[in-house]
């Protein structure tokens, strides 16, 4: 984690570090971007989760068991996808 390497961090609504300046210096210095998300965001966001992610889902699944059969005894790893 640093400038060179940034993280994301979504925070839940619940956390109020973007309204204290210290901690959201802090972050950027070391490269973590702080994005805060509203509360309750559920009905906001579930088509995405329905449009997208169930289909990403089930092809993503599809493609692993199809790599993983013709590659028997590998594991897939972050590298591999």
Partial sequence: MSAQD???LNA???IHTPKN???TDIATEHGVAIINLPTHPTQKIQPLDVGFMASFQIYYAREIKTWLGR???RVVSPFIV
Avoid: I, M, T
């Fill in 71 to 73: 590659n028997p005894g």
């Fill in 21 to 23: 300046k210290d901690v």
């Fill in 12 to 14: 839940d609504g619940h």
């Fill in 6 to 8: 940034p993280v994301l």
